[in-house]
Structure formats: C-alpha cells, structure tokens
C-alpha cells in the first residue's frame, strides 16, 4: 500500500472538534508555530472546515454543533524547543498537565491542555537511544519518576480524579 495523499499531506490526519475552531486555529499558530491553510466558515457562521500545517502534518478542525458530544483531542506535536512551545502555550491559554521531563528514549517533553480542551504532548527530540538503552534507563530513577508523573498527571486530567495512577512499563516480549 503506497502513500496516497495529496502533495504535503500525511497518511492519517488528526480532526480537532471544537466550540472555537478560529481561536484553536489561532492558538495553534502562536503557540506551536502553526501555519494556516483554511478556514471556512459555513452559513450560520461556524467554521465548517479548517487546516493549519505543524511541521510536516496538517491538522483539520471544525466547529461543533451544539447537540453533538464534546470530544477533546489528545495529540503529540514535535517542536524544536519543548519547553519554549509549553510556555508559548500558557502563555496563549493553555494549562500544564504534565511538567516538561526527560524520558529514557531521548525525547524532553511535557503536556498542556489547551484553551478548548485538547492535550497536547509537547516534545522535542534531544538525543538518539537505542531500544534496548531505553528499556535499560526506564528503571534508572530520573527516568521512572518521569514516566510516572506522566501517567499519573494524563489519568488524573482525563478522570478528573485528585490524583492519577500509574504503572510501570513492561519491555513487550517480542
């Protein structure tokens, strides 16, 4: 099965549903460097469809009609600077759920949750490791704190629950 996207489009796009897609849009420019495609309003004056481009994936939105569900999105944006693209987001209306850490397969990261309720896994790719190095430091202190604060801080943010759980990581056995 060959790629068969359009020119400049991925295999499998992310759909965002919003009740402000033009903030989200808007959001994602400022605080991921975002740049957008389109943004077309329908007759009642939602946004009908919306793209904006994240590094090499178009991400596409659209406004939520009031008897629909809302569905908040989970996804992973890779930035040159996890860090700086947290703080970009706070700083456009997003909220920290999990602190920005080093994980034991070379990625810096953290989350927030932005102004529309979406998670967003921030993170920047610091250095390369092997596989079996990252099986290795998963049990290195540094490494199994942060992987517990992540999965403990995404449980408590989805459950809404104080405090989160957490389990450690099996190396699968294949």
Do not use: C
Request: no cysteine; aromatic share 8%; net charge negative.
């Amino acid at each position: 099965m060959g790629h068969r996207a359009p020119e400049g489009y991925t295999s499998v796009a992310p759909w965002v549903v919003t009740d402000d897609t033009g903030a989200l849009l808007d959001f994602i420019t400022a605080a991921f460097d975002g740049e957008e495609l389109a943004r077309v309003p329908i007759e009642d004056g939602t946004i009908g469809h919306g793209e904006i481009r994240v590094g090499d994936t178009v991400v596409l939105a659209f406004d939520r009609r009031p008897d629909w569900p809302v569905m908040p999105s989970l996804l992973r944006v890779y930035v040159p600077d996890a860090d700086a693209a947290m703080a970009a987001a706070v700083a456009h209306g997003a909220q920290v759920v999990t602190e920005a850490a080093d994980s034991a397969w070379g990625d810096r990261g953290g989350r927030v949750r932005d102004p529309f309720g979406n998670i967003w896994w921030v993170v920047s790719r610091v250095e390369d490791v092997a596989p079996d190095r990252a099986w290795a430091r998963m049990s290195e202190p540094k490494y199994a704190e942060a992987m517990r604060m992540a999965q403990e801080t995404l449980d408590a943010a989805l459950s809404g629950r104080a405090t989160g759980v957490a389990s450690a990581p099996r190396r699968p056995s294949h």
